[in-house]
Structures are given as C-alpha cells and as structure tokens.
C-alpha cells in the first residue's frame, strides 16, 4: 500500500458516529482522429474515523466513606461503509479511419478507502481514606464495531486497457477495550469489582475487483463499426495493475478488571465478572489483466 494513499487520506479524516459514504466516478472516452484516453487520477478515496469513549469514575478521601461506582451500563456501537465504484474505458471500444482504437484511461491514486473504529469505556473506583470502600462492581460495558467496504476498479478499452497503479486498497482497523478497576490504600478498607460484564465484537469486511482489459470481440478492414479494430488485426492488450487490490485488516479488542489494596487489615475482591471478545477480518479480492481477441476478417 503506498505511502501516497495513506498521507492523502489521512489529510481528510471525518469523525462522525455512523459514515456511509458511496462513491460512483466513470470516464469514457469518445473515439476521435486521435486516440485520447480518459483518466482518472487522485478521486473516490474515501477516509472514515469513528471515535467513542465512556467513564466513569468515583474517588473518596476521607475517613469511614466510600466511592461507588457500580451498577453502570456503557455502550458503544459504531459502522462505516464506502462502496466505491470507478470506471475508465472507452465508450464505443470502436477504430477511426486513421486506425487508432479506442482504450482504457489511466487510473491512479484513486478509490483507496482507509476506515478506522476506536471504542473504550472506563469505569473506576478509588478509596484512600481509612476504614473506607471502593466499589466498581455490577456493571456492563460493550463495544460493537464494524467496517465494510467495497471498491469496484475497471479500465476497459476498443484495443487495450488502461493502466491503474496505486488504487483500490484498503486499510480497516478496529481498536475496542474495557477497564473497570477499585483500590484502596486506607487502613482497614476494602476494593470490590465483582459481577461485571464486558464484550466486544467486531469485524471487518472488504470486497475488492480490479480489472484491466481490451474489450474488442472481432477485427474489420472497414475500421468504422462499433466494437471492431481495423484490418491489421492487432491484439488486444491488458493495461497494467501495479500496487492495487491491496487489504490490510487489523481488529484489537482487550478487557480489563481490577481490584486492589495496599492499607493494612485490608481487602481486594475481582470475582463473579464475565468478559468476552469477537472478531472477524474477511477479504475477498479478485484482480484480473487480460485481453479478449477473436479475428473476423472480410
């Protein structure tokens, strides 16, 4: 993945809850005396940023008293979706009379989509008072996080297809975690996080098809019909595909509960909690570079 697609796309991060962003650019070119390809450079990228975060928190400082924190619920859900659709090609794939065929424009730069969820919830509870408490007990915490996207790339052309560097890559990450945490450092006093209840889930899916080729079906000495080459019966080429197609998927998730107690005749409790993680990455990827070329002479 090049360095180019994730400094452009990071220049245009938007930090929104939900972000569906859909994305439909085509390029044809209109066969002439000259053969003009129609390019596409630097467009449909797509940057999407989710970012959320819950706490919680009580502190007690005094003799005999107490920080509660418990019986809480926090929850964060959050979804990017980009779907992405570039087309570069000619419009008639047909031959002028001066011989030039039509072709698939350039694409470069284009359709990278980068998506990124971050999700934390925090709750704690401090105690540093003598014959005090430090409750974090009870409570609920989850995240719920997905990225999807889907790129569709294709320059397609009368004699050949266009070439297409640097473009429908995609980078998803998805960062999600939970702590809950009570200490006390008072003389005889206690630190309780029991019967807490923490999930993620998460999960990243992209689905990515680039293709580069000549599209012609037949050769004709007369040069002048729809979707035919003239009577030299040249090939129909593929154009190159160089740093594309490229997905890198990454999901981290962590759950955190803590008690402790560091005052004489004291206590630290962590029981009775239940935490749970899932995660997906699925990549389905399909790039092609070839020709179709079928000879009907007159």
């Excluded at 400094?7 to 994305?23: D, G, Q, S, T």
């Excluded at 698939?104 to 003598?130: E, F, P, R």
């Excluded at 430090?134 to 889907?150: E, F, M, P, R």
């Excluded at 999960?203 to 004709?220: E, K, L, M, P, R």
């Amino acid at each position: 993945m090049s360095s180019h697609f994730i400094e452009m796309i990071l220049r245009h991060k938007r930090i929104i809850p939900v972000v569906v962003a859909l994305v439909g650019i085509a390029a044809y070119m209109i066969p002439t005396n000259s053969l003009a390809l129609a390019a596409i450079t630097g467009s449909g990228n797509v940057a999407q940023t989710i970012s959320q975060s819950n706490s919680i928190s009580a502190t007690n400082t005094g003799k005999y008293g107490g920080a509660f924190a418990d019986n809480n619920l926090q929850t964060n859900t959050a979804s990017n979706s980009a779907f992405v659709s570039l087309v570069s090609g000619s419009g008639s794939g047909g031959t002028t009379w001066s011989g030039y065929v039509g072709g698939g424009g350039s694409i470069k730069n284009s359709g990278n989509v980068l998506q990124t969820i971050d999700q934390s919830n925090s709750i704690s509870a401090s105690n540093t008072g003598d014959f005090g408490t430090a409750s974090a007990s009870g409570n609920t915490q989850s995240n719920d996080a997905s990225n999807t996207a889907s790129v569709d790339i294709s320059s397609h052309g009368g004699k050949h297809g266009g070439s297409i560097k640097d473009s429908g890559n995609v980078l998803q990450t998805i960062d999600q975690s939970n702590s809950i945490s009570a200490s006390n450092s008072g003389t005889s006093g206690t630190a309780t996080a029991d019967h807490n209840t923490q999930s993620n889930s998460a999960s990243n899916t992209a689905s990515v098809d680039i293709s580069s080729q000549g599209s012609n079906n037949h050769d004709n000495h007369n040069g002048d019909s729809k979707n035919h080459d003239n009577h030299n019966g040249d090939k129909k080429k593929s154009g190159s595909i160089k740093d594309s197609g490229n997905v890198a998927q990454s999901v981290s998730q962590s759950n955190s509960v803590s008690a402790s107690n560091s005052g004489d005749h004291g206590t630290a409790s962590a029981s009775g909690n239940t935490q749970s993680n899932s995660a997906s990455n699925s990549a389905d990827v399909h790039i092609s570079s070839n020709s179709n070329h079928k000879d009907n002479k007159n």
